[in-house]
């Protein structure tokens, strides 16, 4: 077992499992610039370990995060500060990380998510939370816009109509937002993740490129992906495994 920790993350990798915790327990998990750099440092040491198969996120105590820590902000300059500026510096950079990871990654929501803590769980390829767990976008109720990639994630998974109307900022539990789509089952994701851990390398890398390609490329395009994807698939171990299993089961029957 692999574990560091900082001042706003914890890091831990158990059965090829690593586990990264949002830890400002006292402001909800709220994400300032400090946590923004462990983030990303996190991500990206499970992204080349290879000893890690799959990447999940949540937060200490009971939430998973408050959104972007308002007080980190230089407030006695908000005249002159630029919001647009600040993304460019901490969540694009940290969302794009996310959306290249190659591995399964997976959000536990296991209580409140709302603002930019809400968008970091939506670029996760899946989606686990707590039943009274309280998501929301909340980012209109102080006269600012979704982002941290929600415009992005949100319409995919729930529809633009439905995406709209939770970004007018009220909350959802867990239940509703099972329902809608929001996220992919209610609990603790353990089971899930530990079946995670078994999805072959590269196949599962390229179907997650090929699905999320495949929602602006073309047909054509999308099926030249499937054929280079399918290439380095066909030539892994597993597969080559698979097919020699497959065979020999054949065989005894």
Not at 190 to 198: I, M, R
Request: glycine share 8%.
């Amino acid at each position: 077992m692999m574990m560091f920790k900082n001042e706003t993350v914890l890091y831990e990798v158990n059965d090829q499992v690593a586990t990264i915790k949002l830890n400002r327990p006292k402001v909800k998990n709220a994400v300032n610039f400090q946590m923004h750099e462990e983030l990303y440092d996190a991500f990206q040491t499970a992204q080349h370990d290879e000893n890690v198969r799959v990447i999940v996120l949540t937060g200490t105590e009971d939430s998973f995060s408050s959104g972007a820590d308002i007080k980190s902000f230089p407030l006695n300059e908000m005249e002159n500060f630029d919001h647009g500026e600040a993304l460019e510096k901490t969540y694009n950079k940290l969302i794009l990380l996310m959306e290249e990871i190659d591995k399964p990654t997976v959000a536990y929501l296991n209580g409140t998510a709302v603002g930019a803590g809400l968008s970091l769980a939506l670029a996760c390829d899946f989606r686990f939370a707590d039943r009274n767990a309280k998501m929301a976008l909340s980012f209109i109720k102080i006269g600012l816009t979704p982002d941290a990639g929600a415009s992005y994630f949100l319409p995919r998974l729930v529809g633009l109509g439905k995406a709209l109307e939770l970004s007018l900022g009220e909350a959802i539990n867990g239940e509703e937002a099972l329902r809608i789509g929001l996220i992919h089952q209610l609990g603790d994701p353990a089971e899930f993740v530990a079946k995670l851990v078994h999805a072959p390398s590269p196949a599962y890398s390229s179907m997650k490129q090929n699905m999320k390609a495949g929602m602006h490329l073309s047909l054509r395009e999308t099926l030249d992906l499937e054929v280079e994807g399918q290439r380095a698939a066909g030539k892994s171990p597993f597969h080559k495994q698979a097919i020699k299993n497959f065979i020999q089961g054949n065989r005894k029957k």
